[in-house]
Nanobody
Framework: QVPLVESGGGLVQAGGSLRLSCAAS????????MGWFRQAPGKEREFVAA???????YYADSVKGRFTISRDNAKNTVYLQMNSLKPEDTAVYYC???????????????????WGQGTQVTVSS
């Protein structure tokens, strides 16, 4: 088990920034691919970003150039820096941990074994 706890969500105006954090428990954090997904009201959960254990990063086209995923293995934490936020970024954001790498795997929910409870991000226009 890899318990994951997200934090850092909140209400921000369009154009603003937020940094989400996801703290993991356990001694094997560095061996996991970490991902961020989001789910807006009435929509399916969608891939946002992922960072493999080897440092490869992957982003959804909708957030490329605005969001940055990073990790601190010493703190067992993965971050999602979100800049230039738009109202359409409003969603519950989830972090996830999985053992797969490669684009075709990390963009799918099925590529992850463990999920956090989610944190709400609301961007006002």
């Amino acid at each position: 088990q890899v318990p994951l706890v997200e934090s850092g969500g909140g209400l921000v105006q369009a154009g603003g920034s937020l940094r989400l954090s996801c703290a993991a428990s356990g001694r094997t954090f560095s061996s996991y691919t970490m991902g961020w997904f989001r789910q807006a009201p009435g929509k399916e959960r969608e891939f946002v970003a992922a960072l493999s254990r080897t440092g490869s990063t992957y982003y959804a086209d909708s957030v490329k150039g605005r969001f940055t995923i990073s990790r601190d293995n010493a703190k067992n934490t993965v971050y999602l820096q979100m800049n230039s936020l738009k109202p359409e970024d409003t969603a519950v954001y989830y972090c996830a941990a999985g053992r797969y790498s490669g684009y075709s795997r990390v963009i799918l929910e099925q590529g992850y074994d463990y999920w956090g409870q989610g944190t709400q991000v609301t961007v006002s226009s």
